[in-house]
């Protein structure tokens, strides 16, 4: 369990790795995580809209036990499977994106734990 401090710390680190500040507004080019907008996009031409009726199937360049990983796209959350099998897994988007952002707050708040280790 995490005490009040840290949680209150690992909550920072979610901010900083959005780029959100204490008042909600977005700074900067960190507004994305980080991730920065290829130059020429604006986004409007670029994006399938996803709908029950329209639902997106890619297959991966990644491969696991000799099979491509498969990628379907529903409107609230995704499912993986291996290609081939019938076996599949469901994720939601926001519990995805709340994990990578959790995973991303747990590093730098590491990653400055080790800093001050090394300076003293």
């Known amino acids: 369990m995490c005490s009040e401090g840290n949680e209150r710390a690992v909550e920072q680190n979610i901010r900083q790795v959005l780029g959100v500040h204490q008042n909600g507004k977005e700074g900067g080019q960190e507004g994305r995580g980080g ?3 290829p130059l020429g996009c604006t986004g409007q ?3 399938t809209k996803l709908n029950p009726n329209n639902i997106v199937v890619r297959e991966t ?3 696991e036990r000799g099979r491509p ?3 379907e796209l ?3 959350h995704l499912v993986l499977r291996l290609k ?3 076996d599949s897994h ?3 988007y926001d519990a995805l994106l709340w994990r990578v952002m959790k995973n991303s707050a747990e590093r730098i708040q590491s ?3 080790a800093r001050r280790k090394g300076r003293g």
């Open 35 to 37: 991730i920065g907008r």
């Open 45 to 47: 031409h670029t994006m």
């Open 61 to 63: 360049a990644v491969s």
């Open 69 to 71: 990983i498969v990628v």
């Open 74 to 76: 529903h409107p609230a």
């Open 84 to 86: 081939g099998l019938r």
């Open 90 to 92: 469901f994720v939601a």
């Open 111 to 113: 990653e400055r734990l």
